[in-house]
């Protein structure tokens, strides 16, 4: 089983800064999806990826696979207190044979 | 689209008694759904796969015995926590997958329910 990794951890800003959280393995996914995790309910698809250098946009969230298909960043712009929650990168391996979670970025976001 | 049910949200039982949690998929089929468990501030932790049809594959550690994983339809699973102790507390979470089909590959992620917090008393 793959390990993913994500950093920060934990990540306290003031509302409109941009941020930028990093999801890194040493080995390849076939796909990979993020997470949005509010207190007391399940985690929420944001975006899949699936071809390395991938970007896609959903508002004011950017979502970049890396080219080996190994990484993947997902960079906010202008921070809202909405965006508050735990970030969760899942890699999916050998075309869904699992799926690996990282720990979790813990975005808070102050007005 | 793919909409979970996760049923319940709150459980509050007894020592000793045990619990099932429900998941359904509400307009998809899951060939495939997961069991998480989630403990405070931290991320999800794999228990076991659950293929439609057949049994479900545990994560080492996970006892078999204590969670009793059924998945007998293409929109539902069950969880079943036996004779529950305090240490099983937790914010259990599933998952499912619309598999498109066996032996094919559908590219498709993995949908939450809202989970079950089980607090044993």
């Known amino acids: 089983t793959q390990l993913l990794e994500q950093s920060p951890q934990f990540l306290s800003i003031q509302e409109g800064e941009n941020l930028t959280v990093y999801c890194n393995s040493s080995s390849v996914f076939s796909s990979l999806q993020w997470y949005r995790q509010e207190p007391g309910e399940g985690p929420v698809l944001l975006v899949t990826v699936v071809t390395g250098g991938e970007v896609k946009k959903l508002k004011r969230l950017t979502f970049q696979f890396g080219d080996a298909r190994k990484d993947s960043s997902l960079h906010i712009t202008a921070a809202q207190p909405g965006d508050t929650g735990l970030y969760l990168c899942?890699?999916?391996?050998?075309?869904?044979?699992?799926?690996?979670f990282g720990p979790g970025t813990r975005l808070s976001a102050l007005p | 689209g793919a909409v979970v049910s996760q049923h319940p949200s709150w459980v509050i039982c007894k020592s000793g008694t045990s619990v099932k949690i429900e998941c359904r998929s509400l307009d998809f089929q899951a060939t495939t759904m997961f069991w998480y468990r989630q403990f405070p501030k931290q991320s999800l932790m794999l228990m076991a796969t659950s293929n439609e049809g057949s049994k479900a594959t545990y994560e080492q550690g996970v006892e078999k015995d204590k969670f009793l994983i059924n998945h007998a339809s293409l929109t539902l699973s069950t969880l079943t926590v036996t004779s529950a102790h305090p240490e099983d507390s937790s914010f259990y979470i599933c998952?499912?997958?619309?598999?498109?089909?066996?032996?094919?590959?559908?590219?498709?992620?993995?949908?939450f329910g809202d989970g079950t917090r089980l607090s044993i008393l």
């Open positions: 899942a890699g999916e391996e050998n075309y869904g044979q699992n799926f690996v």
């Open positions: 998952s499912a997958r619309d598999g498109g089909g066996a032996g094919t590959y559908s590219n498709q992620p993995q949908h």
